[in-house]
């Protein structure tokens, strides 16, 4: 069984910064790929970003895409989102998903997605 739990998540001024963490727990934690996604009020799920389980290769969003930076700590098994220069249409609840199915190529797909988190709230005011 794996388990997802987001925090970090806030109220912050646009430019502003955040960095949201993962805790993950499972045995097939590791050696999945994990990702970021974002669901904004009245709108669908959106991919943001996403890491391999090796740490090496990540894949962004064009939105965030110079603005945000994923990565992940082995030893406290924890995926973190670096949020910088936000913007107000970076408001969102914030979700972690772990992929065990993606061992080669990295997918925006939220069905490649097998275990998710509740959520943390990210509000940002202009």
Known sequence: QV????????LVQAGGSLRLSCAASGRTVSSSAMGWFRQAPGKEREFVTVIDWSGFSTYYADSVKGRFTISREYAK???????????PEDTAVYYCAA???????????????DYWGQGTQVTVSS
Do not use: D, F, H, I
């Open 99 to 113: 992929a065990p199915r993606l061992t080669q190529t990295l997918r925006a797909g939220a069905g490649w997605y």
């Open 3 to 10: 388990q997802l739990v987001e925090s970090g998540g806030g």
């Open 77 to 87: 098994n924890t995926v973190y989102l670096q949020m910088n220069n936000l913007k």
